[in-house]
């Protein structure tokens, strides 16, 4: 098994010939032009792509399922994706010019040749990944589980290693991808002490499932992308050098009973039978240049550009307005009576040249969107977010990603009692127009049941929702992850304490809660 690392979660895995890629995403940024890949990819990066046999695609996120890096990938490649009770996938990827494709059912094993296989395993519509050769097996967890309950994450070590005791190559997603908390704004919230925290959290969760699987080798990856607006620019600063993780984890986790070993490998560099050739160019440049100021020379010009970005016309704007008005309209339902009745915010459409502010209320029985020249104070809220972003975000079914991933809108909050309530996360679904779960199973029901066949996880989940018993806000993501008043007010020893994370400080010095 030869693997080639190219970027972000990109992949080429070679085994006897046969070529596979997960997760393609090597040109172009991402989520309307927010996210852009760092350290970027090799420069001959396409020409992997010419003679490609299967590509795997873990999850429908943009950063995995690239659209206009699948432009580039020859037709004749076989695709699997996994099912889920949401289609489209397949239509999409026909759309591309792609004929054979596979819905992978989770937990299913597919043999795609006499010595190699790929399982897919579901948590909601993340997936792991797991791909066997006759002698060799690698462990794909990119965004599956960093961000899951513990309770999630034990139930899926023992799955993995009950199945696979001995796994050779273990790849996981070590860091943050979601607007939350990064984009939020507040007077008395330190942006980057609880940006460092946030990413540390993920980090901490890496090492526990990389010390839980006991691979030969754990890999790191999945991180690798930059922010350019200059309101942005920041959180570059306060992500994890890969270089540090694997003192991380031999400071605080490395046991006697866990002898994998922590790779540090950047775009380019390849694995090749335990054997590791470190090709890429970034592994120098690291030694003299951190994450953020290495990104801010390769993309200077993309950054001038984000500097010098085109205003729209009123026209623009005008139909922007007509958008949401429409959207909101139609959508206020989904916005709990309790909560309508506090909930008034005000959108910015930053690359406008009108100095409106469109203000949606929806504190009576019909929602009111009206334009207003200056900033009222009885909004509790104001979303800042770009032309291009917003029209996205309401026109396509999965749209939402560019703001709930890609971090398109910035979130401004004046009082703690809009925290205490959550009032933002309304504010934000008001401006998706992801599919509404009930009605989709509605419309589908044999997929729908289906899929819960065949996911114990889901089907638990649904069941206790029909018996009425009470679940979080997501089952599938840590709670303290979505503790607003967690990450919004309080100081980053405060968070390290709830979350049991070691304080490190500029000293090196750490103590645990």
Request: aromatic share 14%; hydrophobic share 35%; charged share 25%.
């Amino acid at each position: 098994m030869k693997i080639t690392y190219l970027g972000h979660a990109t992949l080429l895995i070679e085994i006897d010939g046969t070529k596979i890629l997960s997760d393609p995403w090597l040109i172009g940024p991402a989520y309307c032009g927010q996210w852009y890949l760092f350290p970027q990819p090799p420069e001959n990066a396409l020409e992997y792509l010419q003679d490609v046999d299967y590509i795997f695609v873990s999850h429908g996120h943009e950063d995995h399922l690239h659209y206009e890096t699948l432009k580039k990938v020859n037709k004749s490649a076989h695709i699997f994706f996994p099912y889920t009770w949401y289609a489209g996938a397949v239509e999409l990827f026909r759309e591309l010019g792609f004929e054979k494709i596979t819905e992978a059912v989770n937990e299913q094993r597919y043999h795609i040749s006499k010595n190699i296989s790929v399982t897919f395993l579901a948590n909601n519509l993340d997936n792991v990944v797991v791909v066997e050769s006759k002698d060799k097996t690698l462990v794909n967890i990119n965004d599956a589980l960093p961000s899951a309950p513990q309770g999630i994450i034990a139930y899926f070590i023992k799955k993995i290693t009950s199945k696979w005791p001995t796994v050779d190559y273990l790849f996981s997603s070590y860091g943050g991808a979601s607007y939350f908390p990064n984009t939020i704004k507040c007077e008395w919230k330190n942006d980057m002490e609880t940006g460092a925290v946030r990413e540390q959290f993920f980090l901490d969760n890496f090492c526990k499932i990389a010390k839980g699987i006991n691979a030969t080798f754990s890999i790191p990856f999945a991180g690798d992308f930059v922010l350019l607006d200059d309101s942005q620019r920041w959180i570059n600063k306060v992500k994890v050098p890969r270089g540090e993780i694997k003192n991380y984890f031999n400071n605080y986790f490395s046991h006697k009973d866990c002898a994998t070993q922590i790779i540090e490998l950047y775009p380019g560099d390849v694995a090749e039978d335990g054997k590791f050739f470190h090709l890429s160019g970034y592994h120098e440049k690291f030694k003299h240049y951190d994450l953020a100021s290495l990104a801010e020379q390769e993309y200077k010009k993309e950054i001038v550009a984000k500097k010098n970005i085109k205003k729209i016309a009123y026209e623009e704007f005008e139909n922007i307005y007509q958008n949401i008005k429409k959207h909101v309209k139609r959508k206020f339902y989904i916005v709990p009576p309790e909560k309508r009745k506090q909930l008034k915010f005000a959108v910015q459409i930053t690359d406008s040249n009108e100095e409106w502010f469109i203000e949606i209320d929806l504190r009576e029985e019909e929602p009111l969107i009206t334009l207003a020249r200056e900033f009222n104070k009885d909004n509790l809220l104001l979303l800042k977010i770009k032309s291009r972003t917003i029209l996205y975000s309401l026109s396509n079914e999965w749209g939402g990603d560019a703001i709930i991933i890609g971090y398109g809108c910035e979130i401004n909050i004046f009082s703690m009692e809009t925290i205490r309530e959550q009032l933002e996360n309304y504010a934000i679904q008001l401006l998706t127009n992801y599919p509404n779960t009930k009605e989709y199973i509605k419309q589908n029901p044999f997929r729908a049941f289906n899929y819960l066949a065949h996911d114990k996880i889901k089907r638990k989940i649904f069941l206790n929702k029909i018996v009425g018993k009470k679940a979080s806000s997501s089952p599938f993501t840590d709670e303290r992850l979505g503790d607003k008043e967690l990450w919004l007010t309080r100081t980053n020893c405060e968070i390290c304490r709830r979350c049991n994370l070691p304080v490190l400080t500029e000293s090196n010095t750490t103590e645990i809660y």
